[in-house]
Nanobody, 123 residues
């Protein structure tokens, strides 16, 4: 079991940047693939990015390729999402998630979730 706490959300203007962080508790962080998902009001939760246990493989949603970067530090039990060139359509609650199974774009494969952090992109 991994407990996750996100931070770093906030209000930013279009074109700006934010860095989200997710701190994990427990000794098994490095055995979990990690993902970021987001959910906007009235919409389904959608995949944003994921990273393998060692950090050697990453997946991104097409909508964030070239703008977002996922990374992890297994020594510090953290995973981060650097978000650049933000757009109003990036506005959502962002969730960190852990999968004991494998690297995946599907939220059903993630069994541990944080409480979420709000990102609002607006002028």
């Amino acid at each position: 079991q991994v407990q996750l706490v996100e931070s770093g959300g906030g209000l930013v203007q279009p074109g700006g940047s934010l860095r989200l962080s997710c701190a994990a508790s427990g000794r098994t962080f490095s055995s979990h693939a990690m993902g970021w998902f987001r959910q906007a009001p009235g919409k389904e939760r959608e995949f944003v990015a994921a990273i393998s246990r060692t950090g050697g493989n990453t997946y991104y949603a097409d909508s964030v390729v070239g703008r977002f970067t996922i990374s992890r530090d297994n020594a510090k039990n953290t995973v981060s999402l650097q978000m650049n060139r933000l757009k109003p359509e990036d506005t959502a609650v962002y969730y960190c998630a852990a999968s004991a199974l494998y690297l995946s774009r599907e939220h059903v494969n993630y069994d541990n979730w944080g409480q979420g952090t709000q990102v609002t992109v607006s002028s």
